[in-house]
């Protein structure tokens, strides 16, 4: 029953592969998002999408790209991995229509590039 | 300087004891205050959220947001071991998009010891 998966849980690389983080959600919202967190537990958004349609698009790398293949899902692919791309990813999706923000959270994915 | 600053703690207070958690910002287009928490390895989970200046009861929790001095605060009262997590404050601006940007503080870490 788990309303904002993500996988893998743990991602441990090397420098210069290239990853993928799968985000779902099962609770029908419209609007999804990546989000960052680094070891100072600074929460920042990277890119949100609403029905498949990208809306933000922070200041990230373009070796950051996410995709929506639906509006269920947003996955999140990295390119030649660095260093300091280690950090826990978080997805999250929030409902339309609502005059404030409450966004769901997955439980993270904790990558790490050695 | 960022938009959004959090004293990161670490805060450890006994239990029973009413605990403040505190933010201040920057920018005056911030409209709708949330505070999330989040447990050791897990996702952040919406607490509390406001909009514009007033205080807000939930049981245990109060939020209270004071727009003319930018600077909003989470009370818990009769603490207990299991609101021992970081505690982080949101906030986003008035938007008619679909997708409400958060700005996150950097969270501030309690233990609340038995």
């Known amino acids: 029953d788990t309303a904002v998966s993500q996988t893998p849980k743990y991602l441990v690389t090397q420098m210069g592969n290239d990853k993928s983080i799968k985000c779902e959600q099962n609770?029908?919202?419209?609007?999804m998002y990546w989000y960052k967190q680094d070891s100072k537990k600074f929460l920042k958004i990277m890119f949100s999408?609403?029905?498949?349609?990208?809306?933000i698009n922070e200041t990230v790398p373009n070796r950051f790209s996410p995709k929506s293949p639906d509006k269920a899902h947003l996955n999140l692919h990295i390119n030649s991995l660095e260093l300091g791309d280690s950090a826990v990813y978080f997805c999250a999706s929030s409902p339309s229509g609502r005059t404030y923000n409450e966004q769901f959270f997955g439980p993270g994915t904790r990558l790490t590039v050695l | 300087q960022k938009e959004v600053e959090q004293d990161p703690g670490p805060l450890s207070v006994p239990e029973g004891a009413i605990v403040s958690l505190n933010c201040t910002y920057s920018n005056s287009a911030f409209q709708y205050f949330m505070w999330y928490r989040q447990y050791s390895r897990k996702g952040p989970e919406l607490l509390m959220y406001t909009y514009s200046s007033g205080n807000k009861e939930d049981g245990r929790f109060t939020a209270q947001v004071d727009k003319s001095s930018k600077y909003i605060s989470l009370f818990i009262r009769d603490s207990q071991p299991s609101d021992s997590a970081t505690y982080l404050c949101a906030m986003s601006r008035i938007s008619s998009g679909s997708a409400r940007q958060l700005t996150f503080g950097s969270g501030t870490q309690l233990t609340v010891l038995p």
């Open positions: 609770l029908g919202h419209d609007t």
């Open positions: 999408y609403n029905n498949k349609e990208l809306i």
